[in-house]
């Protein structure tokens, strides 16, 4: 399976540039298939400082077939990363048939190209949002499934999808890796998270204070029942996640059926334990503020991660010290990320 040739929908955004270092460096090829919708196309000549290879490129889109078509026929995938989606969670509140039409009908048009070229692996990045609002925690594989939002139910719709179809075509074979929260860049300081816009998520939003794009961080309730009142999650390095998508079809590409894992440490780190390791990565005070409970949110959430780390041979090693050294490092070097913008 070495030198095995991968198509990566959503390769130049966040988690699926990482996740082409990863095969890169696991002997995999990856072609990379992006509208660049959220992703700049530096992000191409940064990955190729990083490991010296020039990954091929599909400029299109997973809506449009006959892109997809062409791209099957020339680069004869053996099997497909899918990473792309649309992924703010208050924009599908507002804008709910966009993110069906690109995450859900875009996933549709995908699996029926690889089934017109006999491609049966599918690595699908899911989200610890298919768990709803946490019963438990740590949380498990067999919890419960729902959403609280649109783009919840687009990665719950597309993993019955995929349970349908493995169950139609005993050969498929779909892994579901259920993110947690992935932060965190390349240790090379040359690639790492590029919002456009105000981020939706924390780390970002630390870090874009840190250089001095926002003044402060507003910090979304302190009074949760958690140690120090504020909200609890698990972080993920974004490499560590990149590694777990290899080991994952590594372990599995002979196999068939849908099979959901938790990708996640297995360790919840509070908001304020977020920018107290900021501080000592960049070595100076970032300014935050009490703010609101932010709608939806809960007070903790984190994963089990046994599953993974039994079947995969995984585990994420990197800590959150280390997650946010490298976020310092991309966003020092790169004050306004890859994208064209102004400060
Ligand atoms: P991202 O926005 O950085 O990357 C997604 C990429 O897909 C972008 O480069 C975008 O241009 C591209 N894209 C979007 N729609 C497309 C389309 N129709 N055709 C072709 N390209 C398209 O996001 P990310 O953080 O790298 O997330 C990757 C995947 O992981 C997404 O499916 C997301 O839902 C999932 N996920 C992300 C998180 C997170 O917090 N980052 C958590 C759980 C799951
Ligand atoms: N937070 C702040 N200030 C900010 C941003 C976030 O205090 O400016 C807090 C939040 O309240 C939460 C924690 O930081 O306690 C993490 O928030 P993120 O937005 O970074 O991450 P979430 O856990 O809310 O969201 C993640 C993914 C979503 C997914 C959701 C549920 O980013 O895609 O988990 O699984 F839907």
């Not at 984190?302 to 993974?308: E, N």
């Not at 039994?310 to 990197?318: C, E, Q, V, Y």
Request: with cysteine; glycine share 8%.
């Amino acid at each position: 399976m070495m030198e095995d040739t991968i198509l990566v929908t959503g390769g130049a955004g966040f988690v699926g540039s990482h996740a082409c270092i990863a095969l890169h460096e696991a002997g995999f090829r990856p072609v990379i298939l992006d509208n660049f919708s959220n992703a700049s196309e530096k992000v191409l000549d940064q990955l190729e400082r990083i490991t010296g290879q020039r990954f091929p490129l599909v400029r299109g889109d997973i809506r449009d077939a006959a892109t997809l078509r062409d791209a099957f026929q020339r680069y004869r995938f053996d099997a497909v990363f899918h990473f792309a989606a649309l992924k703010a969670v208050g924009e599908s509140v507002r804008n709910p048939l966009a993110y069906y039409e690109n995450n859900v009908s875009g996933t549709v048009i995908l699996l029926q190209v690889m089934q017109e070229w006999g491609v049966r692996s599918l690595v699908f990045s899911s989200s610890a949002t298919v768990y709803g609002e946490p019963r438990y925690v740590p949380i498990d594989e067999t919890h419960p499934i729902g959403s609280t939002n649109p783009y919840g139910w687009t990665k719950v719709i597309v993993e019955q999808l995929l349970r349908d179809a493995a169950k139609a075509n005993p050969k498929f074979l779909a892994l579901a890796l259920r993110y947690f929260n992935p932060v965190g860049a390349h240790e090379s300081g040359l690639l790492g998270e590029d919002p456009l816009g105000t981020p939706n998520n924390l780390v970002p939003f630390v870090a874009q204070t840190a250089i001095g794009r926002r003044d402060h961080v507003p910090v979304f309730g302190t009074d949760y029942q958690t140690a120090d009142g504020t909200g609890v999650r698990d972080y993920i390095h974004v490499m560590d996640l990149a590694e777990g998508h290899v080991a994952a079809f590594r372990t599995h590409h002979e196999d068939s059926g849908f099979k959901p894992y938790n990708l996640g440490t297995g360790r919840g780190s509070s908001v304020l334990e977020v920018i107290s390791a900021f501080e000592k990565s960049c070595g100076a005070r970032i300014p935050w503020k009490s703010a609101p409970r932010r709608p939806g949110d809960v007070a903790v959430n984190w994963a089990d991660p046994a599953l993974a780390i039994k079947r995969f041979n995984w585990r994420a090693w990197r800590d959150l010290q280390t997650m946010t050294d490298d976020v310092w490092r991309w966003q020092s070097a790169y004050p306004n990320g890859l994208q064209e913008r102004t400060l």
